[in-house]
């Protein structure tokens, strides 16, 4: 008789186990899930800072200037002694065009979307043109980009304070 | 000989040879008395064959079509047209026996014996997977993965290539907006691929192969398939170089080639080039021109085309089973036109509203 009751057991005893049963399944799930969650972010981030100091006016020739184009995605350009700051994304599709210098123009490579140097658009399937950073002098002198700030061509930001600057 | 290089070349830009393909395409679908034979299918074959091997003695076209990633794309090809030749093949030898008032050959009495599908089905399916996998693991021997160096946010290969299956949607874009090309387009073409069952509900064909009961089904699908997925599978993949810009088959892929190709928009077009004015400021009556023709195309045409060709459609087809179809094909036929567009006109969108990221 007592041997029968040790080898089955009672109500309160199967739902303990119950509870210990599944408290240890839930906890191993969550800490799985946890882990693939954590995964999902990487461990470290090589993308570059969002604004940057980028020497200063003398520094940059009439045209075109790649300097900052591998380390923060921007372009230099200098017309008339007016600097702007450009963004290497293509406007299509978001892919990164090359700069062109023998033909002056910048070309897409995904789509063949092509701009002028100062960023207009007028080939390939390009909606409207790259994007200007905003960008200004701080008060050493030294010229700043920054990439939070955006102005857009269409939507008439180009002459706005900070979209340029004159040297 | 190099002259015929260079006539190959010219002929296999797009415009030339997507109408070339069309023209062909569509007399092939007018003649299927012709190309469902045996005989034509054996002739296609070794033309293409003799032509090909011909082809590849050119070191640049080799160069091209021996990359790691386009030799698939060289099999597939010979797939597409095996599994398209045959079906077509099948369905002309039906069609003659229907035509003498035979029954088809799936539906003759001996051809409606039916077979377990095991050990029938298994076993062949056994088979197949055991062929494919030693295919899989030689191609993993003999071809090295194509692997670049690890990826740079600020720095693109040139030219830069989708996987070769996306490679028709990558020329579709280049005609189109990115939110139209990339993203309403491949949903329509999804959803609508999964709703032609829904729509075509017609028995014809069902059971065993036909053209002749099916023409407009059949001729409107492999249109969709060939000339706007395969086809411009072939362009992207062969023909797009450094730039995206257009190389023949014999061209070298020279980085500078310099092509003119100002795109303008439709509102350009209008209000600079032939009325000689500026752009109006605001972008409704801009675009005012825009709107009318994308109305037009999309609404006004629907009960034209219903008038002269779809009533007969819609009188076995049911109001809205064939206004979707109306809108399916109206959504296919959209991406030829564009193409025609901007190869006549240079034009780049017909409605711009790049204020809205709204350009068609």
Request: hydrophobic share 50%; proline share 7%; net charge positive.
């Given at each position: 008789?007592?041997?029968?009751?040790k080898?089955?057991?009672?109500?309160?005893?199967?739902?303990?186990f119950?509870a210990?049963?599944?408290?240890?399944?839930?906890?191993?799930?969550a800490?799985?899930?946890?882990?693939?969650f954590?995964?999902?972010?990487?461990?470290?981030?090589?993308?570059?800072?969002?604004?940057?100091i980028?020497?200063?006016?003398?520094?940059?020739?009439?045209?075109?200037?790649?300097?900052?184009?591998?380390?923060?995605g921007?372009?230099?350009?200098?017309?008339?002694?007016?600097?702007?700051?450009?963004?290497?994304?293509?406007?299509?599709?978001?892919?990164?065009?090359?700069?062109?210098?023998?033909?002056?123009k910048?070309k897409?490579p995904?789509?063949?979307?092509?701009?002028?140097?100062?960023?207009?658009?007028?080939e390939?399937?390009?909606p409207?043109?790259?994007?200007?950073?905003?960008?200004?002098?701080?008060?050493?002198?030294?010229?700043?980009?920054?990439?939070?700030?955006?102005?857009?061509?269409?939507?008439?930001?180009?002459?706005?304070?900070?979209?340029?600057?004159d040297? | 000989?190099h002259?015929?290089?260079?006539?190959?070349?010219?002929?296999?830009?797009?415009?030339?040879?997507?109408?070339?393909?069309?023209v062909?395409?569509?007399?092939?679908?007018?003649?299927m008395?012709i190309?469902?034979?045996k005989?034509?299918?054996?002739?296609?074959?070794?033309?293409?064959?003799?032509?090909f091997?011909?082809?590849v003695?050119?070191?640049?076209?080799?160069?091209?079509?021996s990359?790691?990633d386009?030799?698939?794309?060289?099999?597939?090809?010979?797939?597409?047209?095996?599994?398209t030749?045959?079906?077509?093949?099948?369905?002309?030898?039906?069609d003659i026996?229907?035509?003498?008032?035979?029954?088809?050959?799936?539906?003759?009495?001996?051809?409606?014996?039916?077979?377990?599908?095991?050990?029938?089905?298994?076993y062949?399916?056994?088979?197949c997977?055991?062929?494919?996998?030693?295919?899989?693991?030689?191609?993993?021997i003999?071809?090295?993965?194509?692997?670049?160096?690890?990826?740079?946010?600020?720095?693109a290969?040139n030219?830069?290539?989708?996987?070769?299956?996306?490679?028709?949607?990558?020329?579709?874009?280049?005609?189109?907006?990115?939110?139209?090309?990339?993203?309403?387009?491949p949903?329509?073409i999804?959803?609508?691929l999964?709703a032609?069952?829904?729509?075509?509900?017609n028995?014809?064909?069902?059971?065993?192969y036909?053209?002749?009961?099916?023409?407009?089904?059949?001729?409107?699908?492999?249109?969709?398939?060939?000339?706007?997925?395969?086809?411009?599978?072939?362009?992207?993949?062969?023909?797009?170089?450094?730039n995206?810009?257009?190389?023949?088959?014999?061209?070298?892929?020279?980085?500078?080639?310099?092509?003119?190709?100002?795109?303008?928009?439709?509102?350009?077009?209008?209000?600079?080039?032939?009325?000689?004015?500026?752009?109006?400021?605001?972008?409704?009556?801009?675009?005012?021109?825009?709107?009318i023709?994308?109305?037009?195309?999309?609404?006004?045409?629907?009960?034209?085309?219903?008038?002269?060709?779809?009533?007969?459609?819609?009188?076995?087809?049911?109001?809205?089973?064939?206004?979707l179809?109306?809108?399916?094909?109206?959504?296919?036929?959209?991406?030829?036109?564009?193409?025609?567009?901007?190869?006549?006109?240079?034009?780049?969108?017909i409605?711009?509203?790049?204020?809205?990221?709204?350009?068609?």
């Amino acid at each position: 008789m007592s041997d029968e009751a040790k080898t089955s057991l009672n109500r309160r005893e199967f739902f303990s186990f119950l509870a210990v049963g599944w408290i240890t399944f839930g906890a191993a799930t969550a800490g799985l899930a946890s882990l693939i969650f954590r995964f999902t972010y990487p461990n470290v981030v090589f993308e570059p800072a969002l604004d940057f100091i980028a020497g200063v006016p003398g520094d940059y020739a009439e045209g075109v200037d790649e300097r900052w184009k591998n380390g923060f995605g921007v372009w230099i350009y200098k017309k008339d002694g007016r600097l702007v700051a450009m963004s290497n994304i293509c406007t299509h599709l978001g892919c990164i065009p090359t700069w062109l210098p023998a033909e002056s123009k910048f070309k897409c490579p995904c789509h063949g979307s092509g701009y002028y140097p100062n960023g207009i658009n007028f080939e390939g399937p390009a909606p409207r043109p790259l994007e200007r950073f905003k960008i200004f002098r701080n008060p050493e002198g030294k010229i700043v980009v920054d990439k939070t700030k955006v102005f857009r061509y269409e939507k008439g930001e180009w002459n706005s304070d900070g979209a340029f600057i004159d040297s | 000989m190099h002259m015929i290089k260079l006539g190959i070349n010219f002929l296999s830009s797009p415009l030339y040879s997507f109408t070339l393909f069309i023209v062909l395409f569509v007399l092939a679908m007018k003649r299927m008395d012709i190309v469902g034979t045996k005989k034509f299918g054996m002739g296609l074959l070794i033309f293409t064959l003799v032509v090909f091997a011909w082809m590849v003695s050119d070191p640049v076209f080799f160069s091209v079509i021996s990359l790691p990633d386009n030799i698939p794309i060289i099999i597939l090809n010979g797939l597409v047209f095996w599994s398209t030749w045959y079906a077509l093949y099948k369905g002309n030898q039906n069609d003659i026996r229907i035509a003498a008032g035979e029954p088809p050959i799936e539906g003759t009495p001996e051809n409606r014996e039916k077979v377990w599908a095991w050990p029938n089905l298994v076993y062949t399916e056994l088979f197949c997977i055991i062929a494919c996998t030693i295919f899989l693991i030689v191609w993993a021997i003999f071809f090295k993965a194509p692997l670049e160096e690890p990826a740079n946010p600020t720095w693109a290969p040139n030219p830069a290539k989708a996987p070769w299956y996306f490679l028709g949607l990558q020329e579709m874009l280049v005609y189109f907006d990115p939110w139209m090309a990339g993203v309403v387009l491949p949903v329509i073409i999804i959803i609508g691929l999964i709703a032609i069952p829904f729509i075509d509900t017609n028995p014809k064909g069902n059971g065993y192969y036909t053209f002749k009961e099916r023409k407009f089904a059949i001729s409107a699908f492999l249109f969709g398939w060939l000339a706007l997925w395969v086809f411009l599978i072939q362009i992207g993949t062969f023909l797009r170089g450094p730039n995206w810009t257009f190389y023949g088959p014999f061209e070298f892929w020279d980085t500078h080639k310099v092509v003119a190709e100002n795109n303008i928009n439709l509102s350009e077009i209008m209000w600079i080039k032939l009325f000689g004015i500026a752009l109006p400021k605001n972008i409704f009556v801009r675009e005012v021109f825009g709107l009318i023709v994308t109305g037009l195309y999309l609404v006004a045409s629907v009960p034209l085309i219903t008038k002269k060709w779809g009533h007969k459609y819609q009188e076995r087809m049911g109001t809205v089973r064939y206004y979707l179809m109306i809108f399916l094909i109206l959504g296919m036929m959209s991406l030829p036109i564009k193409m025609y567009l901007r190869w006549f006109f240079n034009l780049k969108y017909i409605l711009a509203m790049p204020e809205f990221e709204l350009n068609l």
